[in-house]
């Protein structure tokens, strides 16, 4: 067979990766990652209603390419980003007598993303392992750049660390199988992208949508050049790509892991961090409004209609975020596609921005 070529490379010295974007490229697994390396036993990690739709395409490609396998399914869904499935997944590989040759596969969306990385980082001090992304989230976002985390009560991805994957397999037809609400979830981070560095994207986005592969291809390459400028998130740089997430995770949790999908919740956290831009960052009413109707346009929630009290959805955000002197250090937009940290965003802007989105 002839020879795939990887689209997007994450330049990262010795963690460099390759990321392979295509139509039907699940089948090519197997080969991929002995093109990487990879030697031991395949641990695939996945959750049930991924494994319905793409778990024998993926296990017959890592068989065909000579590696023996073990299956661990979690069930779908956010509450999986917890202690006690990663217990239980533990568990798991070790019954199944996971050696440290083994390289974990993550078979989903970014839930198991992150869930199976977080394994892989820990799990015998460490297991390489590569992303099989079957969401647009996924796709777009998570399976790039090495974040792993679970959540606690007190916030979103509070228990982590940094692993980077040794290969990410993008298979572009895998997330025609996604619900409506799935699908257009995704869509919150590729409209991030837009604001916070490519104008052109946003535009076009306001026009027509681009074949995903495009879509894909395109935002790996931003995240890939955010992660290789701050791979920890230590310069702040990294942290553009944190815009509307503020927000966003403290209505996830205050909602219940699960209630709002991630996108949903982002895109919330986006109109607001586009209101807290307006006050602190000099970003025009049209623009703001611009963002507003694109993320309408893909269905994604622009207001809040849970029965959320906001003191609750702040107490969230003040759990997880720092406040030094009543300030907190938050991402805002001066224009479409610029976006930068400041200092001068305090609790009364989020209460206020908060407010807003219940109106
Ligand atoms: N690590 C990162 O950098 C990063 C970036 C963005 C998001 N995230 C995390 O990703 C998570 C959200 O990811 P998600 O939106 O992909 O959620 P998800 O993994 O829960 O997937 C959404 C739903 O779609 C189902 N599904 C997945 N692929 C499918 C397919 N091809 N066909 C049919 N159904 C399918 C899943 O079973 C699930 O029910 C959040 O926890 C978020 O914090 C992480
Ligand atoms: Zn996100």
Redesign the pocket.
Known sequence: MAPLQPLVTVNLGVRSYPVYIGNGIIFETGRLARDVGLRGQAAIIT????DQ??GSALRESISQAGFKASLHRVP???R??SFAVLETLTESLARAAVDRQAFVVAL???????LA?LVAAIYRRGLPYIQV??????QV?????????I?LAAG??LV?SFHQPRLVVTDTS??????VR?WN??FA?IIKYGIICDPSLFEQLERSTPPLAELVKRCVEI?AGFVERDEQERSGERAL?NFGHTVG?GL?AAAG??TL???EA?SLGMRAAALISMRRAGLQTAEATRIQRLLERYSLPTRLTLNLPPSRILEKILSDKKFIGGKIRFVVIPRLGAAQVTDEVGKEDLEWAIASLAE
């Open positions: 959750d049930e209603t991924v739709f793409y779908a869904g956010e999986s980003k989903g969306g970014g839930v198991i993303g992150d990385g992304p079957t969401t647009v989230m996924a976002d998570s399976a790039v750049g090495g974040k792993t985390a959540n979103k991805n982590g895998t997330p025609k199988t996604l619900g799935e979830e995704g981070e995240k790509l995770h996830e892991y699960g999908l991630h996108g982002v």
